[in-house]
Each structure stands twice: as C-alpha cells, then as structure tokens.
C-alpha cells in the first residue's frame, strides 16, 4: 500500500484494504458482539416505546425544526424517541457502565488509531483523537 503524504493536496483517501484486517475485524466484532448483546438486554428492560415516536420523528417534524431553526441536540439524548444505547458516557442519562466493554472499546480504538498511523508517511506527525469517530488532525512539528 503506498503511503498517503499527509502535508498533500489530497483530503480524502479510499482505504479499502482496511476491510481485510482480521486482527482489526475480530476485536471489532468481539466489542460489538458485547454491545448488541448488552444493548439487547437493557432495552428489553429499560425502553418503552413512545406511542408519538413515529409522529415526532417524522418528515413533517423535521421539516417543522428546520424551518424554525431550533436546535435539536442528539437523538440518542431523547429517550422518548431513541432506542439508542449508549456505552459509558459519564454524561449521557441511562448509559450503560461497563467496563468490560470499555476495555473492548480502548482495544479495538488503540488498533485502528494504529492502523490509520500505519497509513502516513509522516505518522510523527499525526494526532488520532476518539470520539466515537476518528478524526485526524495535522500537527506542526
């Protein structure tokens, strides 16, 4: 795989080969597994589903928002239309604190940081920061 020239032109980089890591692909089904096993356990005893979920997240209610401009926070913050079950966030109503899966998360995180590192050519000069999603940011040296 030729190495991508972080300080180039280019902003966007298919990495495909990603898709063949079985070291990568085990620990992220290893984590999820948990999660959806976990997950299916808490909804069953935790969600009640909202009779008015279908109507406020419909069309016509996005559209309404848009048009008002209100800003709407994320959906897995409301329980009354998510059956979104969110993993160790301190901060976050209801999420499941497990440090099982923590662990399986700072695994599989700490192996794909590695992997985009493995990515540049410049890797001294990347900074891979989680957030649930991978950003990468230039830094100067």
Do not use: W
């Given at each position: 795989?030729?190495?991508?020239?972080?300080?180039?032109?280019?902003?966007?980089?298919?990495?495909?080969?990603?898709?063949?890591?079985?070291?990568?692909?085990?620990?992220?089904?290893?984590?999820?597994?948990?999660?959806?096993?976990?997950?299916?356990e808490m909804?069953?005893?935790?969600?009640?589903?909202?009779?008015?979920?279908?109507?406020?997240?419909?069309?016509?209610?996005?559209?309404?928002?848009?048009?008002?401009?209100e800003q709407?926070?994320?959906?897995?913050?409301?329980?009354?239309?998510?059956?979104?079950?969110?993993?160790?966030?301190?901060?976050?109503?209801?999420?499941?604190?497990?440090?099982?899966?923590?662990?399986?998360?700072?695994?599989?995180?700490?192996?794909?940081?590695?992997?985009?590192?493995?990515?540049?050519?410049?890797?001294?000069?990347?900074?891979?920061?989680?957030?649930?999603?991978?950003?990468?940011?230039?830094?100067?040296?």
């Amino acid at each position: 795989m030729e190495k991508i020239n972080f300080f180039g032109d280019g902003l966007f980089y298919e990495i495909d080969h990603l898709k063949n890591d079985s070291d990568l692909i085990f620990c992220a089904k290893e984590c999820i597994d948990v999660q959806k096993t976990v997950g299916a356990e808490m909804l069953h005893r935790f969600f009640r589903l909202n009779p008015n979920s279908s109507v406020e997240v419909s069309e016509q209610a996005l559209d309404r928002i848009l048009i008002s401009g209100e800003q709407v926070s994320d959906i897995r913050s409301d329980r009354s239309i998510s059956n979104c079950v969110v993993f160790n966030s301190r901060n976050m109503e209801g999420s499941v604190m497990s440090d099982g899966i923590l662990k399986l998360r700072n695994k599989t995180n700490a192996l794909i940081a590695e992997r985009i590192k493995e990515l540049f050519q410049a890797s001294n000069c990347v900074s891979i920061s989680d957030s649930g999603h991978f950003g990468i940011r230039r830094e100067v040296i």
